[in-house]
Nanobody, 125 residues
């Protein structure tokens, strides 16, 4: 069983930055696809970014060039650096993981079997 715990959410002004972290514990042996999703009130959960076991990354078009996903294998930590924040980035952000070498080109909720509890990000204009 894998446990994921997010931290680092909060509030920022438009144009500002926030950094999220996800601490993974449990049976994390083997290769994993890990990613970040977000869900705004009244909207579906959407994929933001993901990183494959070899370090390859992918991003939603809405965050390309502004967000950076990374991982620290030694610490079993997944990170998301968010720059140039916009009010539309406001959402609950979730860390997700699945025991698979690669991540799907189109991030989908159903692919991931492990989820964190979420951390709130609020961006004001």
């Amino acid at each position: 069983q894998v446990q994921l715990v997010e931290s680092g959410g909060g509030s920022a002004q438009a144009g500002g930055s926030l950094s999220l972290s996800c601490a993974a514990s449990g049976a994390m042996s083997g290769t994993y696809c890990m990613g970040w999703f977000r869900q705004a009130p009244g909207k579906e959960r959407e994929g933001v970014a993901a990183i494959e076991s070899d370090g390859s990354t992918m991003y939603a078009d809405s965050v390309k060039g502004r967000f950076t996903i990374s991982k620290d294998n030694a610490k079993n930590t997944l990170n998301l650096q968010m720059n140039s924040l916009k009010p539309e980035d406001t959402a609950m952000y979730y860390c997700a993981a699945e025991a698979h070498t690669w991540c799907p080109a189109q991030l989908r909720v159903g692919f991931f079997g492990y989820w964190g509890q979420g951390t709130q990000v609020t961006v004001s204009s």
